[in-house]
C-alpha cells in the first residue's frame, strides 16, 4: 500500500479517511459521526501501529545510513520501508487533520493540501 495524496479525493467533512484501502488500490472512508463505532476504533488502533512503526524505522534508517559499510540492497530495503511509513503517516495525518474543527473562513482543502 502507498499513499498519494494528491490521488485521494478532497476530505469531506464527516468523512473519515482510513487507515487501509480497498482491494483496487482507492481510498476507504467512513462516515464518522463522533460516535466512536467499532469501525474507527479500529481505525485507531491501527493508526497508532503505524505511527509506531514510522518510529521504528526511521530508528533502523538512521542505524543503515550511519553505518559507513551497508551496502545499496541495505539502504534500498531502509528507503523503501522509510518510503511506506512516511506514506502511512501523512495518511494519519490527513486523517486527523480533516476531523479537526475549521476555523472562519478557511477551507478544508486548503489546510490539508497547505
Request: proline residues 4%; aromatic residues 4%; negative net charge.
Amino acid at each position: 500500500m502507498s499513499y498519494d495524496r494528491d490521488a485521494v479525493p478532497a476530505l469531506v467533512p464527516g468523512l473519515r479517511l482510513l487507515p487501509w484501502e480497498n482491494e483496487g488500490g482507492k481510498p476507504c472512508f467512513l462516515s464518522a459521526d463522533g460516535a466512536g463505532g467499532v469501525l474507527s476504533r479500529l481505525a485507531d488502533e491501527i493508526e497508532a501501529e503505524q505511527l509506531c512503526d514510522g518510529a521504528d524505522v526511521l530508528k533502523g534508517a538512521v542505524a543503515v545510513l550511519d553505518d559507513g559499510r551497508a551496502g545499496e540492497h541495505a539502504l534500498r530495503l531502509a528507503l523503501r520501508a522509510t518510503t511506506q511509513a512516511f506514506g502511512n503517516v501523512l495518511r494519519v495525518a490527513d486523517s486527523r487533520g480533516a476531523r479537526l474543527p475549521v476555523r472562519d473562513g478557511a477551507h478544508e482543502a486548503d489546510l490539508r493540501r497547505g
